[in-house]
C-alpha cells in the first residue's frame, strides 16, 4: 500500500467509527478544556511511577478502590512526587518537589485554581478539590525553573 492509500484508509475508518461510536460530548468538553491549562513557560514533566499501573512502589502497599493513588512525574533534575485520594467526591493532594525551596504552585481543576506555595523542604498540601482531571504547575523556583504536569485523572 502507499503513503496516500493508507491516509485514505485511515481517514475511512475515522469516519465510520465517528458515525458509528462517536466519542461522548463530556470527554470533548473536558479534553478542550485542558488545552486551556497549558503553561508554555514550563516544562512539560514525564510520568515516572503511577501506582494504579505499575503497582505501589517497593514496600508501599497497593490498594484497591479508595486507596491512595502515588504518582512521580520528572522535569531534568526535578521530581515532583504526588498522592492523591478522593474522600466523598472530593480529592486530596499531598506532595512534595526535590528541590528544597519554596515556590509557587497552582492546581487547575475543573472549577478553577488552587494557588499555594510549597514550603522550605518543598511539600504541599490541597485539600477538598473537586473530582475530575487536575494540572500541577511548580514554579517559578528562585531558579527560574517552572513544571507542570499532563493533566492527572485520579481514580
Do not use: K, N
Not at 528541590?99 to 522550605?120: F, K, M, N, Q, Y
Amino acid at each position: 500500500m502507499s503513503e496516500a492509500s493508507d491516509d485514505a484508509l485511515g481517514d475511512a475508518v475515522g469516519r465510520v467509527y465517528t458515525a458509528v461510536d462517536p466519542p461522548p460530548v463530556l470527554l470533548l468538553r473536558a479534553a478542550s478544556g485542558i488545552l486551556a491549562w497549558r503553561r508554555p513557560d514550563a516544562a512539560l514533566a514525564t510520568l515516572l511511577l503511577d501506582s494504579a499501573v505499575a503497582g505501589a512502589a517497593p514496600g508501599v502497599r497497593a490498594g484497591g478502590s479508595g486507596a491512595p493513588r502515588l504518582l512521580s512525574y520528572g522535569s531534568g533534575d526535578t521530581v515532583l512526587d504526588l498522592e492523591v485520594s478522593e474522600d466523598e467526591g472530593s480529592l486530596h493532594l499531598i506532595g512534595q518537589v526535590s528541590r528544597p525551596v519554596a515556590a509557587p504552585l497552582e492546581i487547575r481543576h475543573r472549577d478553577g485554581t488552587w494557588s499555594g506555595t510549597t514550603d522550605a523542604l518543598g511539600r504541599f498540601t490541597a485539600a477538598g478539590l473537586p473530582a475530575g482531571p487536575l494540572r500541577v504547575t511548580w514554579g517559578p523556583a528562585p531558579d527560574g525553573t517552572t513544571l507542570s504536569t499532563p493533566a492527572i485523572m485520579p481514580g
